[in-house]
Protein backbone atom coordinates (compact mmCIF):
# COMPACT_ATOMS: atom_id res chain seq x y z
CA UNK A 1 0.00 0.00 0.00
CA UNK A 2 1.45 3.38 -1.28
CA UNK A 3 2.65 6.01 1.64
CA UNK A 4 -0.17 8.48 1.20
CA UNK A 5 -2.51 5.85 2.17
CA UNK A 6 -3.92 6.31 5.84
CA UNK A 7 -3.09 2.82 7.38
CA UNK A 8 -5.13 3.57 10.96
CA UNK A 9 -8.10 5.79 10.34
CA UNK A 10 -8.79 5.12 6.91
CA UNK A 11 -11.81 3.21 5.39
CA UNK A 12 -14.95 2.84 6.87
CA UNK A 13 -14.62 3.11 10.56
CA UNK A 14 -16.89 0.94 12.79
CA UNK A 15 -17.76 1.43 16.00
CA UNK A 16 -19.41 -1.15 18.28
CA UNK A 17 -21.40 0.72 21.03
CA UNK A 18 -23.09 -1.01 24.00
CA UNK A 19 -25.46 1.74 25.21
CA UNK A 20 -27.49 1.01 28.65
CA UNK A 21 -30.23 3.31 27.96
CA UNK A 22 -32.73 4.49 30.75
CA UNK A 23 -35.42 5.04 28.45
CA UNK A 24 -37.68 2.41 27.00
CA UNK A 25 -38.06 2.72 23.12
CA UNK A 26 -42.04 1.62 22.13
CA UNK A 27 -41.10 0.04 19.22
CA UNK A 28 -37.89 -1.63 19.89
CA UNK A 29 -37.07 -5.31 19.41
CA UNK A 30 -37.01 -7.95 22.49
CA UNK A 31 -34.08 -7.13 24.98
CA UNK A 32 -32.85 -8.87 27.96
CA UNK A 33 -32.99 -5.24 29.98
CA UNK A 34 -34.98 -2.40 29.25
CA UNK A 35 -32.39 -0.15 26.94
CA UNK A 36 -29.72 -3.40 26.67
CA UNK A 37 -28.37 -2.40 22.58
CA UNK A 38 -25.63 -2.72 20.91
CA UNK A 39 -24.85 -0.52 18.33
CA UNK A 40 -22.89 -0.92 15.01
CA UNK A 41 -22.06 2.47 13.76
CA UNK A 42 -20.48 2.32 10.15
CA UNK A 43 -18.70 5.64 8.84
CA UNK A 44 -16.65 6.12 5.92
CA UNK A 45 -13.30 7.84 6.60
CA UNK A 46 -14.57 10.73 5.37
CA UNK A 47 -16.92 11.05 8.44
CA UNK A 48 -19.84 10.48 6.72
CA UNK A 49 -22.04 7.37 8.08
CA UNK A 50 -22.48 4.98 5.32
CA UNK A 51 -25.93 3.88 4.35
CA UNK A 52 -24.39 1.79 1.19
CA UNK A 53 -25.98 -1.57 3.07
CA UNK A 54 -23.43 -2.83 4.72
CA UNK A 55 -23.27 -6.30 6.56
CA UNK A 56 -22.71 -6.74 10.11
CA UNK A 57 -21.51 -10.49 11.39
CA UNK A 58 -20.29 -11.28 14.78
CA UNK A 59 -19.73 -14.32 17.39
CA UNK A 60 -18.70 -15.01 20.86
CA UNK A 61 -18.27 -18.72 20.63
CA UNK A 62 -16.24 -18.55 17.45
CA UNK A 63 -18.35 -21.02 15.59
CA UNK A 64 -21.99 -19.64 15.24
CA UNK A 65 -22.34 -16.34 14.77
CA UNK A 66 -25.13 -13.75 13.72
CA UNK A 67 -25.41 -10.99 10.62
CA UNK A 68 -27.13 -8.12 9.57
CA UNK A 69 -27.39 -6.35 6.20
CA UNK A 70 -28.77 -3.20 6.56
CA UNK A 71 -31.21 -2.13 3.66
CA UNK A 72 -28.84 0.07 1.68
CA UNK A 73 -30.78 3.62 2.13
CA UNK A 74 -32.69 2.01 4.48
CA UNK A 75 -32.54 0.46 8.31
CA UNK A 76 -31.52 -2.62 9.64
CA UNK A 77 -33.89 -5.50 10.35
CA UNK A 78 -33.80 -5.04 14.26
CA UNK A 79 -33.27 -1.40 14.24
CA UNK A 80 -35.91 1.31 14.25
CA UNK A 81 -36.07 4.53 13.79
CA UNK A 82 -32.12 5.39 13.66
CA UNK A 83 -30.21 7.12 11.49
CA UNK A 84 -28.86 5.31 8.23
CA UNK A 85 -25.43 3.78 8.47
CA UNK A 86 -26.22 2.82 12.51
CA UNK A 87 -27.25 -1.09 13.05
CA UNK A 88 -28.92 -1.21 16.22
CA UNK A 89 -29.18 -4.95 17.67
CA UNK A 90 -31.40 -5.54 20.74
CA UNK A 91 -29.23 -7.57 23.64
CA UNK A 92 -32.15 -10.53 23.32
CA UNK A 93 -32.32 -10.57 19.22
CA UNK A 94 -32.64 -13.65 17.24
CA UNK A 95 -28.87 -12.20 15.83
CA UNK A 96 -27.94 -11.86 19.56
CA UNK A 97 -28.67 -15.11 20.47
CA UNK A 98 -27.35 -17.05 17.38
CA UNK A 99 -24.05 -15.42 17.71
CA UNK A 100 -24.21 -16.94 21.72
CA UNK A 101 -23.05 -13.94 23.04
CA UNK A 102 -24.70 -12.89 26.68
CA UNK A 103 -24.36 -9.64 28.51
CA UNK A 104 -22.54 -9.71 32.15
CA UNK A 105 -20.46 -12.81 31.22
CA UNK A 106 -17.71 -11.41 30.10
CA UNK A 107 -17.78 -12.49 26.54
CA UNK A 108 -16.31 -11.21 23.81
CA UNK A 109 -17.33 -10.04 20.78
CA UNK A 110 -15.45 -11.07 17.43
CA UNK A 111 -16.93 -8.86 14.44
CA UNK A 112 -16.37 -8.53 11.25
CA UNK A 113 -17.94 -6.06 8.45
CA UNK A 114 -18.08 -5.80 4.68
CA UNK A 115 -19.54 -4.36 1.98
CA UNK A 116 -18.37 -4.31 -1.72
CA UNK A 117 -15.48 -1.35 -2.31
CA UNK A 118 -14.41 -1.84 1.05
CA UNK A 119 -12.10 -3.81 2.86
CA UNK A 120 -13.15 -6.62 5.19
CA UNK A 121 -12.34 -6.00 8.43
CA UNK A 122 -12.20 -8.02 11.89
CA UNK A 123 -11.98 -6.50 15.23
CA UNK A 124 -12.78 -7.62 19.02
CA UNK A 125 -14.41 -6.43 21.77
CA UNK A 126 -15.15 -7.28 25.26
CA UNK A 127 -19.07 -7.13 26.05
CA UNK A 128 -19.83 -5.23 29.42
CA UNK A 129 -22.20 -5.60 31.94
CA UNK A 130 -25.39 -3.42 32.38
CA UNK A 131 -24.10 -0.50 32.89
CA UNK A 132 -25.62 3.11 32.04
CA UNK A 133 -22.49 4.68 30.43
CA UNK A 134 -21.54 4.20 26.59
CA UNK A 135 -18.76 1.91 25.88
CA UNK A 136 -17.25 2.46 22.26
CA UNK A 137 -14.24 0.88 20.52
CA UNK A 138 -13.01 1.63 16.62
CA UNK A 139 -11.83 -0.28 14.07
CA UNK A 140 -10.95 0.70 10.16
CA UNK A 141 -11.75 0.04 6.73
CA UNK A 142 -10.04 0.91 3.46
CA UNK A 143 -11.09 1.98 0.14
CA UNK A 144 -10.30 -0.28 -2.54
CA UNK A 145 -8.92 1.81 -4.58
CA UNK A 146 -7.57 5.42 -3.60
CA UNK A 147 -5.91 7.51 -6.44
CA UNK A 148 -2.80 9.70 -5.10
CA UNK A 149 -0.68 11.64 -7.48
CA UNK A 150 -1.31 12.72 -10.52
CA UNK A 151 1.71 14.47 -12.30
CA UNK A 152 1.84 16.45 -15.87
CA UNK A 153 4.55 15.59 -18.72
CA UNK A 154 6.98 17.92 -16.83
CA UNK A 155 6.64 16.56 -13.63
CA UNK A 156 4.19 19.55 -12.06
CA UNK A 157 2.33 18.28 -9.66
CA UNK A 158 -1.62 18.42 -10.26
CA UNK A 159 -4.04 18.75 -7.18
CA UNK A 160 -6.21 15.81 -7.06
CA UNK A 161 -9.71 17.98 -6.29
CA UNK A 162 -11.97 17.14 -9.38
CA UNK A 163 -11.37 20.84 -10.83
CA UNK A 164 -7.34 21.10 -11.59
CA UNK A 165 -7.10 17.13 -11.55
CA UNK A 166 -9.62 14.35 -11.41
CA UNK A 167 -10.05 10.90 -11.57
CA UNK A 168 -13.07 8.87 -12.76
CA UNK A 169 -13.95 5.05 -13.01
CA UNK A 170 -15.38 3.72 -15.76
CA UNK A 171 -16.85 0.42 -13.49
CA UNK A 172 -19.57 0.41 -11.07
CA UNK A 173 -18.81 1.56 -7.50
CA UNK A 174 -20.79 2.27 -4.60
CA UNK A 175 -18.87 5.51 -3.71
CA UNK A 176 -16.44 8.08 -4.66
CA UNK A 177 -15.52 11.28 -2.97
CA UNK A 178 -12.23 13.76 -2.96
CA UNK A 179 -10.88 14.51 -0.08
CA UNK A 180 -7.70 16.10 0.68
CA UNK A 181 -5.95 16.06 -2.79
CA UNK A 182 -6.96 11.85 -3.06
CA UNK A 183 -9.75 10.60 -4.67
CA UNK A 184 -11.37 7.41 -2.48
CA UNK A 185 -13.59 5.07 -5.30
CA UNK A 186 -15.39 2.24 -4.11
CA UNK A 187 -15.16 0.20 -6.78
CA UNK A 188 -17.85 -3.22 -7.43
CA UNK A 189 -16.45 -3.92 -10.79
CA UNK A 190 -13.64 -3.99 -12.88
CA UNK A 191 -13.09 -0.91 -14.68
CA UNK A 192 -10.57 1.82 -16.52
CA UNK A 193 -9.32 4.46 -14.36
CA UNK A 194 -9.35 7.98 -16.15
CA UNK A 195 -7.27 10.78 -14.88
CA UNK A 196 -7.47 14.00 -16.64
CA UNK A 197 -7.28 17.94 -16.19
CA UNK A 198 -8.86 20.51 -17.85
CA UNK A 199 -6.18 21.28 -20.15
CA UNK A 200 -4.65 18.17 -20.55
CA UNK A 201 -4.86 14.85 -22.06
CA UNK A 202 -6.60 12.20 -20.36
CA UNK A 203 -4.57 8.94 -19.81
CA UNK A 204 -6.22 5.66 -18.51
CA UNK A 205 -5.78 2.81 -17.20
CA UNK A 206 -7.11 -1.05 -16.60
CA UNK A 207 -8.58 -1.93 -12.74
CA UNK A 208 -9.15 -5.64 -12.22
CA UNK A 209 -10.42 -6.72 -8.66
CA UNK A 210 -11.45 -10.92 -10.07
CA UNK A 211 -14.51 -10.53 -8.41
CA UNK A 212 -12.98 -9.74 -5.20
CA UNK A 213 -13.85 -6.37 -4.07
CA UNK A 214 -13.22 -6.76 -0.21
CA UNK A 215 -9.43 -8.50 0.32
CA UNK A 216 -7.67 -5.52 -0.24
CA UNK A 217 -7.20 -2.25 -0.95
CA UNK A 218 -5.09 -0.93 -4.15
CA UNK A 219 -3.17 2.27 -5.25
CA UNK A 220 -2.93 4.26 -8.75
CA UNK A 221 -2.02 7.53 -9.56
CA UNK A 222 -0.56 8.87 -12.87
CA UNK A 223 3.00 9.63 -12.23
CA UNK A 224 6.04 7.51 -13.75
CA UNK A 225 7.95 8.46 -10.69
CA UNK A 226 5.89 6.28 -8.30
CA UNK A 227 5.07 3.02 -7.54
CA UNK A 228 1.55 2.19 -7.08
CA UNK A 229 -0.35 -1.20 -8.20
CA UNK A 230 -1.72 0.54 -10.74
CA UNK A 231 0.70 3.33 -12.90
CA UNK A 232 -0.84 5.76 -15.43
CA UNK A 233 1.02 8.16 -17.75
CA UNK A 234 1.61 11.52 -16.73
CA UNK A 235 -0.72 13.78 -18.53
CA UNK A 236 0.23 15.45 -21.46
CA UNK A 237 -0.35 18.99 -21.95
CA UNK A 238 -3.48 19.71 -24.41
CA UNK A 239 -0.76 22.00 -26.38
CA UNK A 240 2.96 21.77 -27.58
CA UNK A 241 4.46 24.40 -28.98
CA UNK A 242 7.87 23.79 -30.81
CA UNK A 243 9.93 27.13 -31.59
CA UNK A 244 12.92 27.32 -33.57
CA UNK A 245 14.73 30.17 -35.25
CA UNK A 246 13.07 30.29 -39.33
CA UNK A 247 15.18 28.66 -41.93
CA UNK A 248 16.90 26.77 -39.55
CA UNK A 249 15.74 23.70 -37.70
CA UNK A 250 14.98 22.16 -34.45
CA UNK A 251 17.76 20.48 -34.26
CA UNK A 252 20.10 22.73 -35.07
CA UNK A 253 18.47 26.44 -33.80
CA UNK A 254 16.11 25.28 -31.35
CA UNK A 255 14.74 28.72 -28.73
CA UNK A 256 14.83 28.35 -25.70
CA UNK A 257 13.82 31.50 -24.26
CA UNK A 258 11.36 33.94 -24.45
CA UNK A 259 7.13 33.88 -23.29
CA UNK A 260 4.48 31.74 -25.52
CA UNK A 261 0.98 32.97 -24.27
CA UNK A 262 -2.25 30.85 -25.90
CA UNK A 263 -6.22 30.55 -25.51
CA UNK A 264 -8.36 33.23 -25.26
CA UNK A 265 -7.05 36.73 -25.47
CA UNK A 266 -3.37 34.96 -24.74
CA UNK A 267 -4.73 34.34 -21.26
CA UNK A 268 -2.61 30.84 -20.88
CA UNK A 269 1.13 31.32 -19.96
CA UNK A 270 2.97 28.24 -21.40
CA UNK A 271 5.75 26.36 -19.72
CA UNK A 272 9.12 26.15 -21.44
CA UNK A 273 11.19 22.88 -21.68
CA UNK A 274 14.49 22.30 -24.26
CA UNK A 275 12.66 24.63 -27.12
CA UNK A 276 9.40 22.85 -26.20
CA UNK A 277 6.52 24.66 -24.77
CA UNK A 278 3.74 22.89 -22.59
CA UNK A 279 0.38 25.12 -22.97
CA UNK A 280 -2.72 23.90 -20.38
CA UNK A 281 -5.42 25.26 -22.52
CA UNK A 282 -8.72 24.83 -20.76
CA UNK A 283 -11.58 23.31 -22.72
CA UNK A 284 -13.84 26.30 -22.24
CA UNK A 285 -11.15 28.25 -24.55
CA UNK A 286 -12.20 28.88 -28.34
CA UNK A 287 -9.34 30.84 -29.03
CA UNK A 288 -7.09 28.71 -31.15
CA UNK A 289 -3.61 30.74 -31.42
CA UNK A 290 -0.18 30.52 -29.48
CA UNK A 291 2.19 33.37 -29.37
CA UNK A 292 5.78 33.92 -28.64
CA UNK A 293 7.79 36.93 -27.72
CA UNK A 294 11.26 37.26 -26.16
CA UNK A 295 14.48 38.62 -27.34
CA UNK A 296 15.82 39.87 -30.42
CA UNK A 297 12.94 38.09 -32.16
CA UNK A 298 10.14 39.28 -33.74
CA UNK A 299 6.93 38.65 -32.15
CA UNK A 300 5.03 35.62 -33.89
CA UNK A 301 1.60 33.96 -33.77
CA UNK A 302 0.98 30.02 -34.72
CA UNK A 303 -2.56 28.69 -34.65
CA UNK A 304 -3.67 25.21 -33.59
CA UNK A 305 -6.44 22.72 -33.64
CA UNK A 306 -8.97 23.51 -30.86
CA UNK A 307 -9.91 20.81 -28.22
CA UNK A 308 -12.96 20.26 -26.42
CA UNK A 309 -12.57 17.15 -24.43
CA UNK A 310 -10.27 16.09 -22.37
CA UNK A 311 -9.98 12.53 -24.42
CA UNK A 312 -8.84 15.10 -27.57
CA UNK A 313 -5.25 14.14 -28.41
CA UNK A 314 -2.49 16.46 -27.80
CA UNK A 315 -1.79 19.01 -30.39
CA UNK A 316 1.68 20.39 -31.72
CA UNK A 317 2.50 23.20 -33.35
CA UNK A 318 5.46 25.28 -34.64
CA UNK A 319 6.64 28.62 -34.21
CA UNK A 320 9.68 29.76 -36.55
CA UNK A 321 10.48 33.63 -34.92
CA UNK A 322 13.19 35.87 -37.41
CA UNK A 323 15.09 38.54 -36.01
CA UNK A 324 13.49 41.83 -34.42
CA UNK A 325 13.62 44.49 -36.42
CA UNK A 326 17.08 45.02 -37.88
CA UNK A 327 17.72 41.70 -36.76
CA UNK A 328 17.38 39.05 -39.30
CA UNK A 329 16.16 37.64 -42.61
CA UNK A 330 12.41 38.25 -43.50
CA UNK A 331 10.61 34.91 -43.60
CA UNK A 332 7.88 36.18 -46.56
CA UNK A 333 8.83 39.41 -47.86
CA UNK A 334 6.54 38.65 -50.91
CA UNK A 335 7.63 41.42 -53.27
CA UNK A 336 4.60 43.34 -55.15
CA UNK A 337 4.29 41.60 -58.87
CA UNK A 338 5.10 43.74 -61.48
CA UNK A 339 1.88 44.08 -63.63
CA UNK A 340 0.89 41.84 -66.60
CA UNK A 341 1.40 43.99 -69.68
CA UNK A 342 -1.13 44.72 -72.16
CA UNK A 343 -1.56 42.69 -75.22
CA UNK A 344 -1.05 43.60 -78.78
CA UNK A 345 -4.61 44.57 -80.27
CA UNK A 346 -4.88 42.22 -83.22
CA UNK A 347 -5.49 44.08 -86.56
CA UNK A 348 -9.36 44.21 -88.17
CA UNK A 349 -9.45 42.30 -91.51
CA UNK A 350 -8.23 44.13 -94.50
CA UNK A 351 -7.00 46.88 -92.22
CA UNK A 352 -3.57 47.60 -93.06
CA UNK A 353 -1.55 48.67 -90.07
CA UNK A 354 1.14 51.19 -90.40
CA UNK A 355 4.02 49.32 -88.98
CA UNK A 356 5.01 50.58 -85.95
CA UNK A 357 9.09 50.44 -85.51
CA UNK A 358 10.31 47.77 -83.03
CA UNK A 359 10.98 49.30 -79.43
CA UNK A 360 14.30 48.83 -78.07
CA UNK A 361 14.24 46.50 -75.24
CA UNK A 362 15.32 47.63 -71.76
CA UNK A 363 18.43 45.51 -71.22
CA UNK A 364 18.18 43.26 -68.84
CA UNK A 365 20.38 43.61 -66.16
CA UNK A 366 23.56 41.35 -66.35
CA UNK A 367 24.04 39.51 -63.03
CA UNK A 368 27.67 39.68 -61.09
CA UNK A 369 28.81 36.51 -59.66
CA UNK A 370 27.11 36.49 -56.74
CA UNK A 371 29.01 35.68 -53.61
CA UNK A 372 27.93 33.49 -50.60
CA UNK A 373 28.77 32.97 -47.25
CA UNK A 374 29.42 29.16 -47.64
CA UNK A 375 31.98 30.77 -50.41
CA UNK A 376 33.56 33.00 -47.85
CA UNK A 377 34.19 30.24 -45.44
CA UNK A 378 31.00 30.56 -43.29
CA UNK A 379 29.18 27.64 -41.13
CA UNK A 380 27.08 28.92 -38.47
CA UNK A 381 27.19 32.26 -36.37
CA UNK A 382 27.95 29.63 -33.10
CA UNK A 383 31.29 28.98 -35.18
CA UNK A 384 31.91 32.15 -35.45
CA UNK A 385 31.10 32.99 -31.46
CA UNK A 386 27.75 34.57 -32.47
CA UNK A 387 24.46 34.30 -31.84
CA UNK A 388 21.24 36.12 -33.81
CA UNK A 389 20.96 39.29 -32.26
CA UNK A 390 24.57 40.56 -31.46
CA UNK A 391 26.11 43.48 -33.47
CA UNK A 392 29.33 43.47 -34.38
CA UNK A 393 32.19 46.11 -35.12
CA UNK A 394 35.68 45.05 -36.34
CA UNK A 395 37.45 48.26 -34.59
CA UNK A 396 41.20 49.52 -35.78
CA UNK A 397 40.09 47.67 -39.20
CA UNK A 398 39.81 49.77 -42.47
CA UNK A 399 36.12 48.86 -41.78
CA UNK A 400 34.95 49.66 -37.95
CA UNK A 401 31.29 49.94 -38.88
CA UNK A 402 28.89 48.15 -37.01
CA UNK A 403 26.94 45.05 -38.34
CA UNK A 404 23.95 42.94 -37.45
CA UNK A 405 24.10 39.48 -38.55
CA UNK A 406 21.69 36.76 -39.44
CA UNK A 407 21.71 33.24 -39.06
CA UNK A 408 22.25 32.51 -42.88
CA UNK A 409 25.92 34.29 -42.69
CA UNK A 410 24.39 37.72 -44.32
CA UNK A 411 25.11 41.18 -42.16
CA UNK A 412 23.40 44.63 -42.21
CA UNK A 413 25.56 47.27 -42.18
CA UNK A 414 23.89 50.75 -39.83
CA UNK A 415 25.18 53.24 -42.27
CA UNK A 416 25.65 55.71 -39.28
CA UNK A 417 24.94 56.19 -35.66
CA UNK A 418 21.09 57.91 -35.94
CA UNK A 419 19.98 54.61 -38.34
CA UNK A 420 21.47 52.47 -35.18
CA UNK A 421 20.05 53.94 -32.25
CA UNK A 422 16.69 53.68 -33.97
CA UNK A 423 17.13 50.25 -32.60
CA UNK A 424 17.45 50.44 -28.42
CA UNK A 425 16.64 47.19 -27.70
CA UNK A 426 19.89 46.13 -29.40
CA UNK A 427 21.62 47.56 -26.01
CA UNK A 428 23.63 50.46 -28.01
CA UNK A 429 27.24 50.93 -28.42
CA UNK A 430 28.11 49.33 -24.83
CA UNK A 431 26.42 46.10 -26.17
CA UNK A 432 28.71 45.86 -29.61
CA UNK A 433 30.67 42.96 -29.65
CA UNK A 434 34.79 43.18 -30.98
CA UNK A 435 35.19 41.00 -34.08
CA UNK A 436 38.24 40.46 -36.25
CA UNK A 437 38.11 41.59 -40.10
CA UNK A 438 38.33 37.94 -40.55
CA UNK A 439 35.15 36.88 -38.44
CA UNK A 440 33.57 40.09 -40.12
CA UNK A 441 34.44 38.89 -43.75
CA UNK A 442 32.99 35.46 -43.15
CA UNK A 443 29.42 37.04 -43.99
CA UNK A 444 27.92 38.63 -46.97
CA UNK A 445 26.68 42.35 -46.21
CA UNK A 446 22.96 42.87 -47.58
CA UNK A 447 21.38 46.07 -49.04
CA UNK A 448 17.53 44.51 -48.94
CA UNK A 449 15.31 45.36 -46.43
CA UNK A 450 11.36 45.27 -45.89
CA UNK A 451 9.59 47.57 -43.08
CA UNK A 452 8.47 44.55 -40.62
CA UNK A 453 7.20 47.09 -38.29
CA UNK A 454 4.30 47.99 -40.95
CA UNK A 455 4.80 44.54 -42.26
CA UNK A 456 4.80 46.65 -45.71
CA UNK A 457 5.20 43.27 -47.98
CA UNK A 458 7.64 45.71 -50.51
CA UNK A 459 11.37 44.80 -50.54
CA UNK A 460 13.61 47.82 -51.26
CA UNK A 461 17.38 47.38 -52.11
CA UNK A 462 19.75 50.54 -50.49
CA UNK A 463 22.01 52.66 -52.63
CA UNK A 464 24.59 53.80 -50.71
CA UNK A 465 25.62 57.69 -52.45
CA UNK A 466 27.90 59.33 -49.53
CA UNK A 467 29.68 58.60 -45.90
CA UNK A 468 26.45 58.35 -43.94
CA UNK A 469 23.62 58.87 -46.40
CA UNK A 470 21.78 56.48 -48.72
CA UNK A 471 18.23 55.96 -51.12
CA UNK A 472 15.96 53.37 -50.64
CA UNK A 473 14.74 51.57 -54.16
CA UNK A 474 11.85 49.48 -54.09
CA UNK A 475 12.89 46.50 -55.90
CA UNK A 476 9.53 45.70 -58.09
CA UNK A 477 10.04 42.44 -59.50
CA UNK A 478 8.33 38.66 -58.87
CA UNK A 479 8.96 36.47 -56.14
CA UNK A 480 9.75 34.24 -58.86
CA UNK A 481 11.84 36.02 -60.46
CA UNK A 482 13.63 37.29 -57.50
CA UNK A 483 14.24 33.75 -56.65
CA UNK A 484 15.58 33.13 -60.00
CA UNK A 485 18.14 35.97 -60.15
CA UNK A 486 19.69 35.32 -56.34
CA UNK A 487 18.90 31.81 -55.23
CA UNK A 488 19.35 33.26 -51.10
CA UNK A 489 17.35 36.88 -52.15
CA UNK A 490 15.27 35.58 -49.36
CA UNK A 491 17.76 35.26 -47.10
CA UNK A 492 19.53 38.66 -47.85
CA UNK A 493 15.88 40.63 -46.17
CA UNK A 494 16.45 42.32 -43.12
CA UNK A 495 13.95 43.82 -41.22
CA UNK A 496 13.93 47.57 -40.23
CA UNK A 497 11.41 49.80 -38.16
CA UNK A 498 9.67 52.82 -39.40
CA UNK A 499 12.24 55.47 -38.06
CA UNK A 500 14.79 54.05 -40.61
CA UNK A 501 12.44 53.57 -43.17
CA UNK A 502 11.87 57.06 -42.80
CA UNK A 503 14.91 58.43 -42.86
CA UNK A 504 15.81 57.51 -46.30
CA UNK A 505 15.09 59.14 -49.20
CA UNK A 506 13.41 57.06 -52.01
CA UNK A 507 14.84 56.77 -55.39
CA UNK A 508 13.87 55.72 -58.59
CA UNK A 509 11.97 51.43 -58.59
CA UNK A 510 14.54 49.00 -59.16
CA UNK A 511 13.20 46.28 -61.86
CA UNK A 512 15.45 43.36 -60.90
CA UNK A 513 17.11 41.93 -57.56
CA UNK A 514 20.83 42.37 -60.08
CA UNK A 515 20.32 46.10 -60.12
CA UNK A 516 20.51 46.28 -55.68
CA UNK A 517 24.21 47.52 -55.39
CA UNK A 518 26.85 45.34 -53.69
CA UNK A 519 27.98 47.32 -51.03
CA UNK A 520 32.03 47.55 -50.53
CA UNK A 521 33.91 49.81 -48.01
Not at 432 to 460: H, I, Q, W
Request: proline share 6%; glycine share 10%.
Amino acid sequence: MKNYIKTISSGLVFGLVVVLALVIYPNNAKAADDGEFVYFRIDTELDVLNDKGVTVEWSCSGTASGSITETAGGIASESTQLIDGIVKVASASKEMTDATCIFGTSDTIQAKVSIDGWVTRRWSIALPASTSSVFSTYASQDYNLIVGLIKDELGGALVVDGTTASASYGGTTASSSYSGGYKYIAATADGTLTGGGDGYVNETVAVTWSSDYTTSSKSADFNSSTTSTYNGTPLPFGHKVQVFQYGGTFETTPITYGVITAGDSYGTTCSPSSGYWYCAVPLANTGTSARWAGGTMQTTTTTYTDRSTGGDAQTLSIITPVSNISGGADPDPTPTPTPDASPTPTPEPGASPTPTPDASPTPTPTPSTIVTPASRGFVSLVALGLKEGDTISAAGSSDPDIYIPNIYGYKRLFLNPAIFNFYGHLGGFRNVKNATAVTRDKMVTSGLFRNCETNDPKVYGVEINGEDTGLLHWVNTTGAQAIADDANFFKKVFCINTNEFNWYSKGSNYTSVNQVPTYTR
